[in-house]
């Protein structure tokens, strides 16, 4: 929502006219120039830095699962199997977050 500006030295008028040496010319009327709407700008974060995140994330969760599962008994062995089911579920429960933090709150601030 950038509002139209007429700039100094920026309008239809010749060096000259503006800077008074000469008459300006009625013909041709000011230009509009945009305005520079500032906004504050996210630094981006590399794809990498992104993932190593996420898998942080899910040992951290995996990590804090497993010592509960201790605390209330026996602990179970699992395979590979397991770890990529719970990855692809860790994965697929965090894209709603990922849809709040980059794609509603960015049509917000447009």
Do not use: C
């Not at 950038?2 to 300006?24: E, F, K, N």
């Not at 305005?35 to 974060?45: G, L, N």
């Not at 898998?55 to 951290?60: A, I, K, T």
């Amino acid at each position: 929502m950038a509002a139209w500006l007429y700039w100094p030295g920026v309008s239809g008028r010749s060096a000259d006219a503006a800077s008074g040496a000469g008459a300006p010319s009625a013909a041709t009327p000011p230009t509009p120039v945009r305005a520079a709407v500032r906004r504050s700008v996210e630094p981006v974060k590399p794809f990498i830095d992104r993932l190593l995140e996420v898998l942080v994330s899910y040992v951290l969760v995996g990590t804090l699962g497993n010592s509960l599962e201790l605390n209330l008994g026996n602990g179970f062995t699992q395979g590979w199997e397991f770890y990529a089911v719970t990855l692809a579920l860790f994965v697929v429960l965090a894209y709603p977050g990922f849809v709040w933090r980059y794609m509603l709150k960015a049509r917000r601030h447009h």
